[in-house]
DNA sequence: CTGTTAGCGCATTCAT
DNA sequence: ATGAATGCGCTAACAG
């Protein structure tokens, strides 16, 4: 094991015959000093290559400078999205950043929030994880006055700022695009019930067939684990359905690719035997074969505006107040919604 | 701006009358200890929600049990995967991470690498931005004694710790399927040659050629900067050979789902008139159409290694004496390389 | 068994 | 304009 000693004040102070507290002020650019004092003094720090130690600084300020980010997944692209977002924001202002993954595990994420606190992070980005059904740590926080926002995966009821996506709109943009394609009876294919954006894609869903005079058939809704095993459970539902339905529109890109390729395998063809669509805008939506419909959310975007917000209110810029940012989703239609068109 | 309080151990201490000190015996479960005075403290303790101040317990003992990560970037798949495996590993041996990424320039490597350390974290775990040419900051780490071990993107001379894929035998595994697969002049499209993997593939290119007994061809390697642009000005030019090459194989995945993209667009079909193949199975390769050809990379694998020998290294279980680690590869034969095979 | 003391590196108040 | 003293929260050596 290696030393790794790094320079301290101290040590500046000693070689130049001042106080620490001359060198703390030197270092910080105080007015109060002799303009000489100062020169050498950052002169010699620069030579001796003097780093703060900022576990001493952000003890002594009780500010860390640093925030907390909790995920369901890194290897997501949609959360390294928001990831990058977040790191660049936070770092042009000034901050560093811990991630953390969940899993998808409610226990690793109570467990992330308990090392995050306990590392005096200034603030927390949360991401709720599916098994997510239950919120007292999230209530814990809130109790305990520290600050976080929550994005993409929210829980509705906790009095905090979140930034989500339109996920009503973005599903009914959609399925408004499958509509208007003439296709009649749509597939939903959704997630656990607990999960918000599954929820809320099924609004969407609901709500663009009600404008259309659609009367809606339970039967046509399906429910995944989101697992590829049962993905390819739905897909070999949908296919025996009888007669079959018109389009699928999956929650989730993920999804739609797992039937894509099930369904492939039985020969079954998209567009021409059935419309599909998919959510998010994943890198593998646009090199699937047909190219994968779906929606876009911007991550990165989400992941800006999230810090942002959370930045502005340690900073003391925005209010403490809750707010609601709602980003709005961009319909990416592709080969594989082109059902009925390909017909005429 | 919220307050955030945190319970200390001064506060049990008053109210239970002891001295700090015993509160932090109790805390950490010492021997010398009245057990009924520890089990009323352990009790309080819970009863008050105390969580301790890593930050001074880290200034206190001179280690913050925190690590640094750096990466070109988040967003790509294989450094996420390594991240997950870093993470989970270090959380499970009682360290937590904090993730930088450098999008592939040197500047802000040197950035990273400086609130790393300022950060105080034991040790760091670099990955190298395609910029980097040059390598004072590491060599500053080294001369420091600040422990740091290279993944993936490595320096062959920086006497550190190193953890790599075989990819000269990875390179050498699918060039030698194409070569099995009767393809003869195969193409291979490199990226900037500073960059160690594309060296490494390379090499492992020409081995292969060698031992099959075929003369280098320098027009048959071409070097893309690794954008979509330069990828298909390749694609281009590759597309535009007298006779076309028989097969082509890319120093990382983007670059052929890039160049298969470009083909498709111009009705060059993918096995039929050439074979195609990448590197690091991306979740990309094996959705597009034709499957693509690859080599796998287990980056989870890669991240759970380099972090274990830093920690065995910082917690005096390996010796600091550099190692290097060197992970093998799997050939992940697909449709793309099926080049002469369906001819027969 | 437990309290007192000292100090990790730094910023700040109070002196001078 | 600068130094000395204090304390952030915690641990550990020393002293009883």
Same mark, same amino acid.
Not at 150 to 175: C, H, M, W
């Given at each position: 094991?290696?030393?790794?000693?790094?320079?301290?004040?101290?040590?500046?102070?000693?070689?130049?015959?001042?106080?620490?507290? !001359?060198?703390?002020?030197? %270092?910080?650019?105080?007015?109060? =000093?002799?303009?000489?004092?100062?020169?050498?003094?950052?002169?010699?720090?620069?030579?001796?290559?003097?780093?703060?130690?900022?576990?001493?600084?952000?003890?002594?300020?009780?500010?860390?400078? +640093?925030?907390?980010?909790?995920?369901?997944?890194?290897?997501?692209?949609?959360?390294? &999205?928001?990831?990058?977002?977040?790191?660049? +924001?936070? $770092?042009?202002?000034?901050? $560093?950043?811990?991630?953390?993954?969940?899993?998808?595990?409610?226990?690793?994420?109570?467990?992330?929030?308990?090392?995050?606190?306990?590392?005096?992070?200034?603030?927390?980005?949360?991401?709720?994880?599916?098994?997510?059904?239950?919120?007292?740590?999230?209530?814990?926080?809130?109790?305990?006055?520290?600050?976080?926002? *929550?994005?993409?995966?929210?829980?509705?009821?906790?009095?905090?700022?979140?930034?989500?996506?339109?996920?009503?709109?973005?599903?009914?943009?959609?399925?408004?695009? *499958? *509509?208007?394609?003439? $296709?009649?009876?749509?597939?939903?294919?959704?997630?656990?019930?607990?999960?918000?954006?599954?929820?809320?894609?099924?609004?969407?869903?609901? /709500?663009? =067939?009600?404008?259309?005079?659609?009367?809606?058939?339970?039967?046509?809704?399906?429910?995944?684990? =989101?697992?590829?095993?049962?993905?390819?459970?739905?897909?070999?539902?949908?296919?025996?359905?009888?007669?079959?339905?018109?389009?699928?529109?999956?929650?989730?890109?993920?999804?739609?690719?797992?039937? %894509?390729?099930?369904?492939? &395998?039985?020969?079954?063809?998209?567009?021409?035997?059935?419309?599909?669509?998919?959510?998010?805008?994943?890198? +593998?939506?646009?090199?699937?074969?047909?190219?994968?419909? +779906?929606?876009?959310?911007?991550?990165?975007?989400?992941?800006?505006?999230?810090?942002?917000? %959370?930045?502005?209110?340690?900073?003391?810029?925005?209010?403490?107040?809750?707010? &609601?940012?709602?980003?709005? !989703?961009?319909?990416?239609?592709?080969? &594989?919604?082109?059902?009925?068109?390909?017909? /005429?």
């Amino acid at each position: 094991m290696k030393k790794g000693h790094q320079i301290t004040m101290k040590e500046i102070a000693k070689k130049l015959g001042v106080s620490v507290s !001359t060198i703390s002020r030197a %270092l910080k650019d105080s007015p109060e =000093l002799h303009p000489e004092t100062k020169r050498k003094i950052v002169e010699m720090a620069k030579e001796m290559n003097y780093q703060p130690n900022l576990l001493a600084q952000s003890l002594r300020i009780s500010r860390s400078k +640093t925030l907390g980010v909790i995920v369901p997944e890194i290897t997501s692209h949609f959360f390294a &999205s928001c990831i990058s977002g977040i790191q660049d +924001t936070a $770092n042009t202002r000034g901050y $560093n950043v811990m991630i953390c993954q969940s899993n998808e595990s409610l226990e690793l994420e109570k467990a992330n929030i308990r090392t995050l606190v306990s590392s005096q992070v200034d603030g927390l980005l949360i991401s709720l994880s599916r098994e997510t059904n239950q919120f007292d740590h999230l209530y814990d926080l809130y109790n305990r006055e520290i600050n976080f926002v *929550l994005f993409d995966r929210v829980n509705e009821e906790i009095p905090v700022s979140k930034v989500t996506f339109n996920d009503v709109g973005g599903a009914y943009q959609v399925v408004k695009h *499958l *509509l208007e394609g003439e $296709n009649r009876r749509i597939v939903y294919v959704s997630g656990p019930e607990d999960l918000y954006i599954s929820k809320k894609r099924k609004e969407g869903y609901l /709500k663009a =067939l009600k404008e259309f005079g659609i009367d809606i058939d339970p039967t046509l809704i399906f429910k995944s684990d =989101l697992t590829t095993e049962g993905n390819i459970e739905v897909a070999k539902a949908i296919a025996e359905m009888q007669p079959r339905p018109d389009a699928v529109f999956c929650m989730i890109d993920p999804v739609a690719v797992d039937v %894509l390729t099930q369904w492939k &395998s039985v020969g079954i063809k998209i567009p021409q035997d059935m419309a599909l669509a998919g959510f998010t805008n994943n890198p +593998t939506a646009a090199v699937v074969e047909p190219p994968l419909t +779906t929606v876009a959310q911007p991550g990165y975007e989400m992941g800006k505006l999230a810090v942002s917000h %959370l930045l502005d209110q340690l900073d003391g810029i925005a209010s403490d107040d809750p707010i &609601s940012i709602v980003l709005e !989703t961009t319909l990416v239609p592709r080969k &594989s919604s082109q059902h009925f068109d390909l017909k /005429k």
